[in-house]
């Protein structure tokens, strides 16, 4: 049979990711509100403060790992409240929403979706550890499937949906119109609706849980070494003190800035240069295919961090056919049926070559993490990796807001791509030198504690690696 897990684990972690995603998906888009309420690069680079709780989330993930209340179990202990305030915070800010985005009230906007966001974060921990224990006994690749679902189908919800159908014109003009119904002023329903459907959605789902699934939280063995808090904090500034962390500490962070210009100011680009919302929720619709393929066709590759950098090269070359292209929009889009193909196809390509260097990224944390702090490991590599993105959209959104406005999108892409490929060059035998590096190397540990099988496997795997100059492997 092809499931080989709990229908109801599946489900349940599916509908938590999905939530997760919806909230994701929602953050994106509000930057498209505003900038139709004639928000500038400055009020977006105030609003991009509010992604950051994702890049420092490691800082209180070893807390929610480590304590819980016995009774009610170790993830739902944490998981239960933030979801009801997660589901309170919506329906308030859909209060607000509206005055907020019309009025360009950037600031307590930005309060408000910080704190929401903070508490995604937060579940995110929560359901993260969750689902490796629900899977534990089955398959546990479901985790990372049923993440990458919910999450891809949540973001599309919060993101193409929402402006899709929230749009009265789309919705006079395709849906209303042809079944003959009354023409209004709103679509099939408002931010406002939207925000506080899901809102309701979280209580809903939290109630739910707390009365449907009692958590069984496994009586640890007292034989089996397990570490406290504050080991798993001392490990952590361990892997600081090693040089290489440091040189992949560099390129996570840096990397993101060679095609920052492109990733954040494109849909608002399009928006300024006169797209309606409806239209570019539908212009990137057929991304949704992208990001839920390409994650489930594609295994690692025994050398991902060399696959990271050699797509490197082509990302920066989309990037640049974009720019060039959303600079003619305004004399492009009057030819719809030629305008809108070949954007999408640059879209395309662009989302496919993300997702793969996505899959050959994580393949490398998934690689190297130390297995007694696992879980903090690959939340502290992927923290870091979340730093480069939000920092690097924080400095090109503020330098926007310091250049003329027509041609600020246009002038950052080209300086994003020069900055590109000087990096590249100056960490590409870097990301050689690391990737052919003995496993062990990364540990926390001494290398004398690590076992003669792990040794064994790295001397293997090293030789392994260099017969394995293919592309990633079609599961």
Not at 129 to 148: C, D, H, I, K, M
Not at 162 to 172: G, P, V, Y
Not at 261 to 272: K, P, Q, R
Request: hydrophobic share 50%; charged share 15%.
């Amino acid at each position: 049979m092809f499931i080989r897990a709990p229908i109801i684990s599946i489900l349940v972690t599916l509908v938590l990711y999905i939530l997760q995603g919806v909230v994701l998906g929602l953050s994106t888009s509000i930057p498209i509100f505003l900038t139709t309420a004639g928000a500038k690069w400055r009020e977006q680079s105030i609003y991009n403060f509010v992604h950051y709780p994702f890049s420092c989330k490691i800082i209180w993930a070893p807390i929610i790992d480590v304590f819980y209340i016995q009774r009610f179990g170790r993830r739902q202990t944490w998981l239960l409240p933030i979801q009801i305030l997660l589901g309170i915070g919506l329906i308030v800010l859909s209060f607000y929403i509206n005055s907020f985005v019309n009025y360009l009230h950037v600031a307590p906007l930005t309060i408000f979706v910080f704190f929401i966001i903070f508490l995604t974060a937060s579940q995110d921990i929560c359901v993260d550890g969750w689902a490796l224990t629900l899977f534990e006994t089955s398959n546990v690749v479901w985790q990372s499937t049923s993440q990458t679902m919910g999450q891809t189908l949540g973001r599309f919800l919060g993101s193409s949906f929402l402006l899709t159908f929230e749009s009265a014109n789309f919705t006079n003009r395709y849906i209303r119109a042809p079944l003959s119904l009354k023409m209004q002023d709103n679509g099939l329903f408002t931010l406002p609706h939207f925000i506080r459907f899901w809102g309701i959605g979280f209580l809903v789902v939290t109630l739910i849980i707390a009365f449907l699934f009692r958590e069984k939280t496994p009586i640890i063995n007292d034989n089996k070494k397990k570490l406290k808090l504050i080991d798993t904090y001392l490990c952590v500034l361990k892997l600081f003190k090693k040089k290489y962390m440091l040189e992949l500490t560099f390129i996570l962070i840096i990397s993101p800035f060679g095609y920052a210009a492109t990733y954040f100011m494109t849909n608002i680009a399009l928006v300024d240069n006169g797209m309606s919302r409806e239209t570019l929720g539908l212009v990137t619709m057929p991304l949704v295919f992208v990001k839920v393929i390409v994650p489930l066709i594609l295994s690692q590759t025994r050398r991902p961090l060399i696959w990271f950098a050699r797509l490197y090269p082509p990302r920066l070359l989309i990037c640049v056919l974009i720019g060039i292209y959303i600079y003619f929009t305004s004399q492009l889009v009057n030819s719809p049926y030629i305008f809108y193909p070949i954007l999408m196809t640059l879209f395309v390509v662009n989302e496919t070559i993300i997702y793969v260097q996505l899959v050959a990224r994580v393949g490398f944390y998934a690689q190297i993490s130390e297995p007694r702090i696992g879980g903090t490991y690959m939340t502290l590599v992927s923290t870091l990796g979340n730093i480069g993105q939000i920092a690097s959209s924080s400095v090109v959104l503020a330098i926007a807001s310091k250049l003329p406005k027509k041609h600020a999108y246009s002038i950052e892409v080209a300086g994003c791509t020069v900055f590109g490929i000087v990096w590249l060059l100056l960490t590409w035998r870097m990301m050689h030198r690391l990737q052919s590096l003995p496993i062990h190397k990364w540990y926390s540990v001494k290398e004398n504690y690590v076992s003669n099988e792990i040794s064994a496997q790295e001397t293997s795997d090293t030789s392994s690696s260099q017969k394995d100059d293919i592309v990633p492997k079609i599961a």
